[in-house]
């Protein structure tokens, strides 16, 4: 099967609600559909969020990635849909993919710095600003992978963080009183 390459701006036809666990309910539901569909069709590449925008780049199977597409141009979560690339490939340059929240992460504050961008608008970039877009989600993935993990949370708010540390917490305190609740009934009673 031919691969291919796609890359989409939108913008959020939703109104943004209070973050909820560090990310904006909407996209998080977004982000969930997105893994699952996204790993059933081998598809791969990143998603960014940002000042109501989506950049979205992906690769794949021209078959899965053309029908993902038109779920997302059928998604009413997602409005004033630009394609902005849509050519076949070689050979995939993501090995997987990713999400990253915009204002959160310093390689996009870094990049709109460099173009002089104001704002996240990535239906506005020109064809040079979407390699480099590109080029900052194989970069996420390979530091992602390569790090192993280490460093996967830098774009997650310092209050998930803090949640995830006191949910790890709550397990295994859970999980030594069940022990010790086994270890009084097996040598008390």
Not at 41 to 55: A, K, V
Not at 76 to 91: F, G, M, S, Y
Not at 113 to 133: K, T, V, W
Request: charged share 25%; glycine share 6%; with cysteine.
């Amino acid at each position: 099967m031919p691969l291919m390459r796609l890359a989409y701006a939108s913008e959020a036809a939703f109104e943004a609600r209070p973050a909820e666990k560090g990310m904006e309910p909407n996209v998080a539901q977004i982000l969930s559909t997105s893994r699952r569909n996204n790993a059933k069709h081998e598809l791969t590449g990143g998603l960014y969020y940002g000042g109501d925008r989506f950049f979205q780049y992906l690769e794949g199977e021209e078959k899965d990635l053309r029908e993902t597409y038109q779920r997302i141009l059928e998604d009413p979560r997602h409005k004033h849909i630009v394609t902005l690339i849509d050519e076949p490939i070689e050979n995939r340059s993501i090995s997987r993919w990713s999400m990253k929240y915009v204002p959160l992460s310093a390689d996009i504050r870094h990049f709109l710095e460099d173009e002089g961008l104001d704002s996240f608008d990535p239906a506005a970039f020109s064809a040079r600003q979407c390699e480099s877009m590109i080029e900052l989600i194989r970069a996420a993935n390979i530091d992602e992978s390569s790090m192993a993990g280490a460093g996967a949370d830098d774009d997650v708010p310092e209050e998930s963080r803090a949640t995830s540390v006191c949910l790890q917490i709550g397990v295994i305190i859970s999980g030594l009183c069940l022990l010790g609740a086994l270890a009084y009934t097996f040598f008390v009673v």
